[in-house]
């Protein structure tokens, strides 16, 4: 829809952020089923989804730039994964390379790879455990 609006987006980067939103989605996947299998109730998950996805989302850097933030949120900011893939999807589809300092393309594919591995092995042991424990 983006490209309908504004025709200064790069269409290469379409290609080249592919990876990285499928890495994002599979963390945030994985985190969303580890909530899941320790929750018993359908409401109880998604109200604390819902308490995950919002500050995750407002700290990101997604609604305004992370450069204009006050010092405490850019910390906040750094330890925050879901601002690495708003980073790399603006660094691919603008050439803005809006971020903090240590943030760059292959940063974000490391830190979005190592979240999304880490996620991914915690899910195994759970749903290992859990239906074990059947």
């Given at each position: 829809?983006?490209?309908?609006?504004?025709?200064?987006?790069?269409?290469?980067?379409?290609?080249?952020?592919?990876?990285?939103?499928?890495?994002?989605?599979?963390?945030?996947?994985?985190?969303?089923?580890?909530?899941?299998?320790?929750?018993?109730?359908?409401?109880?998950?998604?109200?604390i989804?819902?308490?995950?996805?919002?500050?995750?989302?407002?700290?990101?850097?997604?609604?305004?730039?992370?450069?204009?933030?006050?010092?405490?949120?850019k910390?906040?900011?750094?330890?925050?994964?879901?601002?690495?893939?708003?980073h790399?999807?603006?660094?691919?589809?603008?050439?803005?390379?809006?971020?903090?300092?240590?943030?760059?393309?292959?940063?974000?594919?490391?830190?979005?790879?190592?979240?999304?591995?880490?996620?991914?092995?915690c899910?195994?042991?759970?749903?290992e455990?859990?239906?074990?424990?059947?």
């Amino acid at each position: 829809m983006g490209f309908l609006i504004s025709c200064s987006l790069n269409l290469i980067g379409l290609i080249t952020i592919t990876p990285y939103l499928f890495i994002t989605s599979i963390a945030f996947t994985s985190l969303g089923i580890l909530i899941a299998l320790k929750l018993a109730s359908i409401e109880g998950f998604q109200a604390i989804v819902n308490m995950i996805n919002m500050p995750l989302m407002f700290l990101s850097g997604i609604f305004f730039p992370v450069t204009t933030m006050p010092d405490w949120m850019k910390d906040i900011t750094l330890i925050n994964p879901l601002s690495y893939a708003v980073h790399s999807v603006r660094y691919w589809l603008t050439n803005a390379d809006i971020g903090p300092l240590p943030m760059n393309p292959m940063a974000d594919l490391v830190i979005l790879a190592s979240m999304a591995v880490a996620l991914t092995y915690c899910v195994l042991m759970t749903f290992e455990k859990t239906t074990i424990e059947s």
